[in-house]
């Protein structure tokens, strides 16, 4: 893998300095800022959901709004993973003051959309679930998504509705749906207010300072314009190879191995703590992307097999706390029989989807390093 | 395929005639006579569950009693799948009465036997659910089984009890296993007495009247000890390639498909339509099995891909009808939500077995077909 990244260890690669690391902070920092404009622009609302009546922004306003949220984190992760990388490089104080409020920002402001990509996951997963499109020949058996008829009505993203209801499980899958749908609402409703909070905050405020003055002077150490990146780069990407080494992929490689529903029914089935490593693996690989972007400057080549490494343990991370979510939602008092059957269904449905994730990565990477020179 | 067994096209290979069926026929009447003797000396209770107290014989009779279904089982199926192969070679009156009684046999026989299977796979899948084996280094928490310890209680198969119980959700694991035991046992009971009685009918011994005219005399045409059997055999084989060919084999091939669970919370998810093509794909593969065995006699290479093939569609089916049973062990009246929780988990696992048997028979065949000369 190592052939479209710079080799520190070859002799006759160019060497890559602070400056490069400083120039890639100053980008970061003015799309930082940018997205901050944009955001206050667009009514800061943060989209779409619960806030979405009171916006006075329409629809256009609100859709910006979200990009603009998401190039505020997506800038945020890029300078915080920088100043971990590279941190002998940096002002001592200044970046450990900086990491932890760029973390706080960056969590803040991702939980709302968080929340509402897991209603939609798990919707969908039910409307999977209920068949309705599996047989095109046969008369739509009723169930279609009975529970996204419930999410359509009370705002939620919109899908066909259940023309009738048949069937206890049925019944079951629509009021799971409904469950979730307010579980997940009200969590996103409270993400939604702490972030707003969070914006208006004189912490937010202090931060988006600290982010203007990097946007023009980033706070080097005196021997950091010489010296060479690469070695630190590397670093983090070993940092990141010796945790996909203790990952089971022997075990991930089988398919249909079983082993993400091993705690389906244990008594604490959230968190997973087999899913650890993987949440871990996931951290690494986006830091070893982001010192990849410092030291290729605005010529990063697509990595297209550490692209798809990414997108796989996004998906193993979403459906590891989808499939959380539906167990937490079976633990409500006084649910029916049928509801928690369907959800019992949803969560076993989830954690395949961790499994399929994993081996997933285990065949992007066995490729990337089989393939490599 | 056709490199072990006897080519019908091949003109320099020897013909096998109706002389050769005869002789299996011959030797598949003996077995169900010295089956169903031993059958009778054992105590004839067809072994475990709920008569085990009452049988006269010991531990090792019961076994002997289990074993001797078993065989009377495995030599009505070859006498009647030969007679529909071969039928043309046979008596047509002869034939036609004597399928459907063999039918009836091999089927009621067969029913306490699956009921059993049924519930110890299911138990073993909540016991695996349980996630209690994962971490050897961590204190067993607790769900070990909790379905399987009331099992055990009840006289069932016998597995490490639960220490203690914590949380709802093991609860749950616990009550699932206890209901399914419940009903599944009952299941038991009644074909338990089902066949008992069948095996006292004057139907069950005008069939063994039948069996043992057989065993000297089979009702071949006149024509039949000169005709050849292979095109008849391969006409077999035929129709077990179309079906195949007709199977969702590409699908199967993409692990982690999701198409197994695609009815998991329709309003009807017992029998599952989409299992049909394989259910008949696995009983085509027997007809074809006891074909060749008529063919090669006592000389019956071991194919074993044929075998692998036809394991993964018993998993299959196995699999099928225990996920049937965990929703409709869901729809009793009146259980608690973390019961119907747990069985929603078992149903989508045991569906997941569905899928996981139908890409070990995609692998197996694909394998079978490019190894081919």
């Given at each position: 893998?190592?052939?479209?990244?710079l080799?520190?260890t070859?002799?006759t690669?160019?060497?890559?300095?602070?400056?490069?690391l400083?120039?890639?902070?100053?980008?970061q920092?003015t799309e930082?800022?940018?997205?901050?404009?944009?955001?206050?622009?667009?009514?800061?609302?943060?989209?779409?959901g619960?806030?979405?009546?009171?916006?006075?922004a329409?629809?256009?306003g609100a859709?910006?709004s979200?990009?603009a949220a998401r190039a505020?984190r997506r800038?945020?992760r890029?300078?915080?993973?920088s100043?971990h990388?590279?941190?002998?490089?940096?002002?001592?104080d200044?970046?450990?003051?900086m990491?932890?409020?760029?973390a706080?920002?960056?969590?803040?402001?991702?939980?709302e959309?968080?929340?509402?990509?897991?209603l939609?996951?798990?919707?969908?997963?039910?409307?999977?679930?209920?068949g309705?499109t599996?047989?095109?020949?046969q008369?739509?058996?009723v169930d279609v998504?009975?529970?996204?008829?419930a999410?359509s009505?009370a705002?939620?993203?919109?899908?066909?509705?259940?023309?009738?209801?048949?069937?206890?499980?049925?019944?079951?899958?629509?009021?799971?749906g409904a469950?979730l749908e307010r579980?997940?609402?009200?969590?996103?409703?409270?993400?939604?207010?702490?972030?707003?909070?969070?914006?208006?905050?004189?912490?937010?405020?202090?931060?988006a300072?600290?982010v203007?003055?990097?946007?023009?002077?980033v706070?080097?150490?005196?021997?950091a314009?010489?010296?060479?990146?690469?070695p630190?780069a590397?670093?983090?990407?070993e940092r990141?190879?010796d945790?996909i080494?203790?990952l089971?992929?022997?075990?991930?490689?089988?398919?249909?191995?079983?082993?993400?529903?091993?705690?389906?029914?244990s008594?604490?089935?959230?968190?997973?703590?087999?899913?650890?490593?993987?949440?871990?693996?996931?951290?690494?690989?986006r830091?070893?992307?982001?010192?990849?972007?410092?030291?290729?400057g605005?010529n990063?080549?697509?990595?297209?097999?550490?692209?798809?490494?990414?997108?796989?343990?996004?998906?193993h991370?979403?459906?590891?706390?989808?499939?959380?979510?539906?167990?937490?939602?079976?633990?409500?008092?006084?649910?029916?029989?049928?509801?928690?059957y369907?959800l019992?269904?949803?969560?076993?449905d989830q954690?395949?989807?961790?499994?399929?994730?994993?081996?997933?990565?285990q065949?992007?990477?066995q490729?990337?390093?089989?393939n490599a020179?």
């Amino acid at each position: 893998m190592a052939q479209q990244h710079l080799d520190p260890t070859d002799p006759t690669a160019e060497v890559v300095t602070g400056d490069a690391l400083a120039a890639y902070l100053r980008a970061q920092a003015t799309e930082f800022l940018r997205a901050l404009r944009l955001h206050r622009e667009t009514g800061g609302t943060n989209g779409a959901g619960p806030a979405r009546a009171q916006a006075s922004a329409g629809e256009k306003g609100a859709e910006e709004s979200v990009d603009a949220a998401r190039a505020l984190r997506r800038s945020a992760r890029r300078i915080s993973g920088s100043l971990h990388t590279f941190r002998p490089l940096l002002d001592a104080d200044w970046s450990e003051e900086m990491r932890p409020e760029l973390a706080w920002l960056s969590g803040t402001l991702g939980l709302e959309h968080a929340y509402e990509a897991r209603l939609e996951r798990l919707l969908l997963a039910l409307h999977r679930l209920s068949g309705a499109t599996a047989f095109p020949g046969q008369v739509v058996s009723v169930d279609v998504a009975a529970g996204a008829a419930a999410a359509s009505k009370a705002g939620g993203p919109t899908h066909p509705t259940a023309p009738q209801e048949r069937g206890n499980l049925t019944v079951g899958a629509a009021k799971a749906g409904a469950l979730l749908e307010r579980q997940l609402t009200l969590a996103r409703t409270r993400a939604h207010s702490t972030a707003l909070q969070a914006l208006g905050s004189s912490r937010f405020h202090a931060v988006a300072d600290k982010v203007a003055v990097l946007a023009s002077e980033v706070p080097l150490t005196p021997t950091a314009p010489t010296t060479d990146l690469r070695p630190l780069a590397a670093a983090a990407e070993e940092r990141l190879t010796d945790a996909i080494a203790g990952l089971p992929l022997v075990v991930a490689g089988h398919p249909y191995n079983a082993e993400a529903l091993v705690h389906g029914l244990s008594p604490d089935p959230s968190p997973h703590p087999q899913d650890g490593p993987w949440h871990q693996v996931r951290l690494l690989l986006r830091l070893h992307r982001y010192a990849q972007e410092a030291l290729h400057g605005g010529n990063m080549p697509v990595d297209v097999r550490l692209l798809a490494a990414g997108q796989a343990l996004n998906r193993h991370r979403d459906a590891s706390e989808a499939a959380a979510a539906a167990a937490q939602a079976a633990r409500t008092p006084r649910i029916a029989p049928a509801t928690a059957y369907a959800l019992g269904v949803l969560h076993a449905d989830q954690r395949h989807e961790v499994e399929a994730a994993r081996f997933a990565f285990q065949q992007v990477w066995q490729k990337q390093t089989v393939n490599a020179p």
